[in-house]
């Protein structure tokens, strides 16, 4: 499952396949990026982040992808599982005198049905 | 190690009260940053303290203030509250709050009645 070209509020998939979560950031000059998961009653939890001067990074079973040209974000997550389902929200940062301060995207509520 | 401990995890406070918030942030963390998160604005950066210091400030009205201590411990203040700042407050803490891995508190539910 994926939600493309707009932010899509909601993406169901199913157990097993994977996900792909997209986000439109805001700044150009933004160096550093973050993907979030924050489950009901829950801070946000870190997943994985990227820098500027890279185009990919995998961790265990996430990938994020970053289009600097476009200014694109995406998070995949392989074998999606009922516990992958939550809210998951991109955050950029960018310039040294913005120290400390994430931009967050709207949030995609992921839903896994099994 | 230990997470990011903000206390309370519930509040409940009348209009005109005032309330402080604490957060404890990862051991070695020196930055210190707090969000407001409600369902209408998403997550609204508020304030970032390292070293004692606000280094960042979001646009929030004066009513809203924080303070960091010597171990890096910090606290938000808000006064004469309103309805409208029924929120769940955030803290997230890293290494220096540039390009390194920030990480949240389970949050404050604060509660305006």
């Known amino acids: 499952g994926e939600n493309v070209g707009l932010h899509l509020p909601t993406l169901s998939v199913q157990e097993g396949d994977n996900s792909i979560i997209n986000c439109a950031y805001s700044n150009s000059a933004s160096d550093y990026f973050i993907w979030y998961k924050q489950e009901s009653g829950k801070g946000p939890q870190f997943i994985i982040d990227i820098r500027s001067n890279m185009d990919k990074r995998q961790g265990q079973r996430v990938t994020v992808l970053l289009n600097k040209t476009v200014k694109h974000l995406s998070l995949q997550i392989a074998a999606t599982q009922p516990g992958d389902s939550a809210v998951y929200f991109c955050a950029e940062l960018y310039g040294s005198g913005n120290t400390g301060k994430l931009i967050f995207g709207q949030g995609t509520t992921l839903q896994v049905k099994p | 190690k230990a997470g990011v401990t903000q206390t309370p995890r519930y509040l409940i406070k009348t209009r005109g009260q005032q309330v402080t918030l604490s957060c404890s942030p990862i051991?070695?963390?020196?930055?210190v940053s707090w969000y407001q998160q409600t369902p209408g604005q998403g997550l609204q950066f508020l304030f970032e303290y390292f070293s004692e210091t606000q280094r960042n400030k979001g646009n929030f009205p004066g009513r809203f203030s924080g303070r960091q201590f010597s171990n890096s411990r910090s606290e938000m203040n808000v006064s004469t509250l309103e309805l409208g700042d029924s929120a769940l407050y955030l803290c997230?803490?890293?290494?220096?709050?540039?390009?390194?891995?920030?990480?949240f508190g389970q949050g404050t539910r604060l509660t305006v009645v």
């Open positions: 997230a803490s890293s290494f220096t709050g540039t390009d390194t891995e920030a990480f």
């Open positions: 051991s070695g963390h020196r930055s």
